[in-house]
């Protein structure tokens, strides 16, 4: 497996932007983990990869660009279409849909670049996307047009695959609230209709601890129906066992933020998972009389304040049933895009038990690259424990 941090946490969307953040922090977390590499997972706004899928020589120069700083790139973030830091995202990210010709063109795009910028040594490339779309509204033919698109982007990838002699990969990244919800969702919906040579799964640990579904059965229903994972998003969900409580809501509150879409999910005595579309609507359209989860991205290497709590576990025993079951290896790419919307210091304990809590909104360059350079160092201790370097 090789590991990464994914770039959507900066806002850049053209060129210029994206290599001034390679200086400010890509390459700073480098030398804070004093690592030989650095893997970056990066995710490139719908225009400028259009310009570089049309500029072979722009291609050739970010591909020098990321050597010169010792930076690998071996997978791609193509969910976020664009305008991924606006100061309203929520569901716009879902959009453009599978059944929306500017989605396969971006797809498609995306892996003209990464096939240009893959390390000699890398023995596949992988793209993260969305699930389709939002749930609503979704239709037969809806269906009918999400296939044809992964057809199309598969011939593409058979064509890339001819020509590099190594694959480019598709993951579907199941999501709270998406036409795609669950694993169980994706597994169904894929098994049968795609090539899984070129098409698997992205497993975002966030979203799989939001369904409260199990890790190591998740795993195991993957590659039953024929499927692997081909990247995980290594993330984490809060989680509070009473949610009812003071100190509950008071808590959450903190998390209540307006850019990102916080879905919650319940778990019922009898098993049954209830759901609410965001932060805000939890308080009136579930009972809360069992534990919930929130989708809300927080660093892995720090825990929120109690009563609150993250699900690391659930990334880990992720992994471990990857790296135990799955022959195919994964990309690992830590996905915490939330950095800049985090709650305030306070409301943080710090998980590696230093006096000073590592999380909170970033107030300058340096704490983000230190903040990020945790995190994968997390990452490397608890999931990557044999491996020496942190690599892309």
Known sequence: MTISYCTNVHPAEDLPGILAQLD?????????????????????????????????????????ELRARQLEVHTLNAFPYGGFHQEVV?????????????????????ATV????????????????????????????????????????TARLRELHHSLGKPIRLAVEPEPGC?????????????????????GLCLDTCHLAVSFADPAETVASINAAGLEVVKVQASAAVQVDRPQSRSAETALAHFDESR??????????????????DLPQA????????????????????????????????????????????QFRPHIEVETYTWNVLPRAADWQDATERAEPTAATPRSDAE???????????????????VEEVRG
């Not at 983000?368 to 044999?386: F, K």
């Open 24 to 64: 400010r922090f890509a390459e700073p977390v480098r030398r804070t983990m004093q690592a030989d590499r650095l893997g970056v997972g990066l995710w490139l706004a719908a225009d400028v990869a259009a310009g570089l899928a049309e500029d072979a020589s722009a291609r050739a120069k970010l591909a020098a």
């Open 90 to 110: 929520k569901h716009a990210v879902y959009r453009p849909r599978w059944t929306e010709r500017s989605r396969l063109d971006y797809t498609l795009d995306c």
């Open 114 to 153: 990464l096939a240009d910028l893959l390390p000699e040594q890398a023995d596949h490339g992988s793209i993260s996307t969305l699930p389709l779309g939002w749930r609503e509204p979704w239709s037969v033919a809806d269906e009918m047009l999400a296939q044809a698109a992964f057809e199309q982007l």
């Open 179 to 199: 036409v795609l919800d669950t694993v169980a969702d994706a597994v169904s919906w894929l098994s049968g209709r795609v090539d899984p040579a070129y098409i």
């Open 260 to 277: 990102y879409l916080h879905q919650v999910r319940e778990l019922t005595a009898d098993g049954e998972v209830l759901a609410a579309d």
């Open 283 to 326: 308080a009136t359209e579930l009972p809360g009389e069992g534990p919930w989860r929130v989708h809300f991205h927080v660093p892995l290497h720090a825990q929120p304040a109690a009563p609150l709590r993250s699900t690391t576990w659930v990334l880990r025993d992720a992994v471990t049933a990857l790296r135990t079951k799955q």
């Open 368 to 386: 983000l690259v230190a903040g990020i350079a945790a995190e994968l160092n997390w990452a490397t201790h608890n999931l990557m424990a044999d």
